[in-house]
């Protein structure tokens, strides 16, 4: 209750009580007292009722006795009215919320398009359009959220639902539905002047038999994708040792081609110089050896000992 009516009627109550001991006291100066409080207590309590407060975050809406709803709300701040020709309503403007979920018991039931009852908890970010307070106040009221947000909520969500399988709507569809109940939910309460900011799908609880087949399904699926990586690395490695294999078979091909090459060219060699096999004779002697074969037009021998030992 406002400060001011509060001294009002403190003053009016005890303007009374002076009046009422003027009277049996036969006090003109207490009735005249409590005269004057009473009046002072009148005036206050009526220029309460001309001075408006809008708080930080919410707006005003201003109904005039003669008028209606006016178009254009009053922002925060001080604000002064005509006493009891005007009432003003405030409005929040700022960010809400709306929570519909099994811990406050109004979780929303829903059927998939197999027909399985699925249960959600949703929160829903929304913010009254601050300009269009008074649209919103004249069509619906203060009220708005109990009797347009809410069931608005749980229809859009039941039929976003109806549109998907149970077994999707806990895996990859489930940010699907989300989106498609955001844009519905959002063009729909736009026209009452709400804007939605966000909707929250907070949990998605399907019938636990079909929870049960969609994990046993999954992990056969894991067990067949652990198979086939098995069956792919041991590809790999047969390819592995296949190449491995082609490697060292060229590898040998290459050295036996080298070799080859190499005992032609030496065959080639030695026929056109077979003074090679006496060089390569005299190379494979051993150091006792002191006799070695020097080729010319005849054949030498010469005595090493005898060149060595030093004899003129």
Known sequence: MNILILIGLALIVGGVALLVQGVQGRQAGLRSLGGVA?????LTSFASSAFVVVPAGNVGVVFNVFGGVQDSEIS???HVVLPFLQQVT???VRQQELTLGRENIDQITARSSEGLEINVDVTVLYQVVPDEAARLHQDIGPSFEEVRIRPEVRS?????IAKFNAASLI????AD?????ET????ALIQDNVRVLTVLLRDVRIPQSITQAIEEKQAAEQQVQVEENRRRQAEIAAQRRIVEAEGERDAAIARAEGESEALRLRGEAIRENPEIIQLELTQRLAPTIQTIMLPSEGSFLLDIRGLTSGSP
């Open 90 to 92: 405030l409005y929040d």
């Open 76 to 78: 925060e701040g001080f």
């Open 184 to 187: 519905a939910l959002t063009d």
């Open 177 to 181: 539905l989300q989106g498609q109940i």
């Open 171 to 174: 895996s990859t569809e489930r």
């Open 156 to 160: 859009q969500i039941r039929d976003g």
């Open 38 to 42: 009473i009046i002072v207590g009148v």
